[in-house]
Every structure is written in C-alpha cells, then in structure tokens.
C-alpha cells in the first residue's frame, strides 16, 4: 500500500483520488485565481505521472484529453499517482489566449522565479508546487489558431524513457525535437523528468480526432509505464521517426487555395495549391520543394508573402510514414478534418 501523495500541503490518501484548487494568484480585482488540479493516487506505489494541458492559454483539445483520461481512471486499480493538471495558463484560458495578461509566453518562463514578472511567478508555482513531485510528464499541446496539426509526438529522444514514452503513445509521427529555452520541457529534463509533448489539433477548438488519439495515446502511456494493467488489445506499430522538419512559406500574398490536408505525402515538385488576387484568374502555383508528409497546416485562406503555409516532416524512409498514417487514422475511424 502506498503512503499518503501530497501536493501544496494537501494529502490524498492511497486508492482515493482529490480534486484541489491551489491558489496561484490574484485578478485586478483581487479575487483569488486558482489552479484546477486533479490526484489520482492508487493503491500501489509506481509512477507519478503529471498530465498538463493550456500552457498555451488557447490550446482546448488537451483539457478533453485530460478529462476523458481521468474519467477512465480507477485509484483502486492504478498502480503509482497521476497528477492532472487541465489548465496550467489560467489567465490565457480566461482571455481565450495562448499568452499571460502581459503578452508573455508562458512556454518560455520556465523555470520561473518568486519575485519575478506574473509569467516567472506562475512558472516557478508550477514547478515547485507540481512538477518537483512528478517523476513523469505528458505536456499536451495544439497548433495555434487557423493553423492544426496532425496528431505527433515532439521529445528528446536520446533519453531512453523518453523515447520509450513517446513510442508507446502511438501517434503515427515522432518528431525528435530539441529542447527551447524556458519551456516546460528544458526544466523538467534539466531535473531528470522525462517528458513528452503531444501536439494535435488547432486552438480555440475541439477536434474529435485529436482528442480520441490523444486520450488513447496517453492511455498506451500509463500502460507501459506499468501504471495500467496491460491491455489484451493488439499493440500498435511503432511510430515512424521524422528525420527533420520544414515549412513551406508563402511566395505571394493573396488567397490561399490548399489542395493538400493534413498526413497527405506529397513529393518534391507537386502543386499544393495556388495563391490568387480577390479578383482576376491570375495565380500562382505553391510548389512542394521537399518530399514529405504534411503535419501542420493553416486552415485559414488568407495569407502573405512569407507565411507559413505547410509543416512537412521529412523521412528517410517515406512509403512507412505514409504507411503509418494510413494505419493510425483508419485504426481511431474518424477522418481529419478538411482544411
Ligand atoms: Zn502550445
């Protein structure tokens, strides 16, 4: 049996789970503003897992994600903690915001400190208060708005847990991501925690694909960290590893007509679409300059010269990252949706 979790001065006991609100910080009103954080503490010792949504204050999928995982999180039979925490960004999640009240972004205040700006204070709560009891971390993200990801894994795969954690989650893509300073996964790792980040989505939106993939991914997850009992299910393929990454950009600016959607494998030369003046036929044509499949795409028609326009992740090996794809999306049976 398990003693006692306890977080910010709060214990639950082994095989209960809590629902907490600590206290993060005041509005301009005064009015204290609090953290919605959920433990789950089972039984039997093992991991502590923290599952994290809104950082990014406008990233909605992951706090479904979060919510359906924990529906389906039994403290009697779990084995080790998951500590959730739905919205990190309370104050960008008020305002419908990716950023804090002073337009900083909070994914670049980590690791935070007492007596600096709201962003280091926030960033220093959460790291103190939460993720110094976590030994695990699943960092859930969206693409920005009018832009939406495909479904895919972003980690540092040289740590073997790691690596272990973002091929059990089954997204079809990994992508071995370096580490950006002052994010959440430049603290974590820097104390030991292996940590992954789920993009999938776009923000301010509710994406039923993302959202099922996600919560089955971080599932398979507690799973293979012994956390959940393992499933007779078949397990999944191993993920298919991006060698990089590029965007492709605008050339002119104009109305964007996109002729690919998102997991589409498109080749060096194709046309992807075109770009065209609100009047005339004139256009002109968007040309793949790399092979690759498409993980990240704007899905709003409207752009200028130098816009991103398409993320495609290159492969070596590009017939199984199709191949990959094709598997994921029949396996979850709901299409992505049209850009
Ligand atoms: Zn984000």
Request: some cysteine; glycine content about 8%; aromatic content about 4%.
């Amino acid at each position: 049996m398990s003693p006692p979790f306890e977080l910010a001065g709060q214990q639950v006991a082994a095989g209960q789970r809590r629902t907490m609100q600590l206290a993060l910080a005041q509005l301009y009103t005064q009015s204290p503003l609090t953290v919605p954080v959920e433990v789950v503490h089972g039984k039997l010792p093992g991991p502590v897992l923290l599952l994290c949504a809104a950082i990014h204050g406008d990233e909605l999928n992951g706090i479904e994600v979060v919510n359906q995982v924990l529906a389906k999180v039994n403290p009697a039979r779990l084995r080790g903690t998951l500590v959730a925490v739905p919205v990190v960004n309370v104050f960008g999640f008020i305002h419908k915001s990716r950023y804090l009240p002073d337009r900083r972004d909070l994914n670049r205040c980590f690791p935070g400190s007492e007596k600096g700006s709201l962003g280091a204070r926030v960033a220093h709560f959460f790291v103190t208060e939460i993720v110094s009891k976590c030994s695990h971390i699943i960092d859930l993200h969206t693409g920005a708005i009018h832009r939406a990801n495909l479904p895919q894994i972003r980690a540092q795969l040289d740590c073997p847990i790691t690596r272990q954690m973002a091929e059990s989650f089954g997204a079809p893509i990994v992508l071995d991501a370096s580490i950006r300073d002052g994010s959440l996964r430049s603290v974590a790792e820097a104390q030991g925690v292996p940590v992954i980040l789920y993009e999938a989505g776009e923000a301010l939106r509710f994406d039923p694909l993302p959202i099922k993939a996600g919560v089955r991914g971080v599932l398979r997850v507690m799973r293979n960290l012994g956390m959940l009992k393992a499933s007779t299910a078949r397990p999944v393929a191993g993920p298919i590893i991006a060698r990089s990454s590029t965007w492709i950009r605008a050339e002119h600016d104009g109305l964007l007509h996109l002729k690919v959607r998102l997991g589409d494998r498109i080749r060096k030369g194709d046309c992807l679409g075109t770009i065209s003046a609100p009047l005339g036929a004139e256009q002109c044509k968007v040309i793949a300059p790399r092979s690759g499949i498409v993980i990240g795409s704007l899905t709003m028609p409207l752009v200028n010269e130098g816009d991103a326009i398409c993320h495609i992740a290159l492969f070596d090996e590009i017939k199984q990252a199709e191949l990959s794809v094709e598997r994921f999306v029949d396996e979850l049976d709901i299409q992505p949706a049209p850009l």
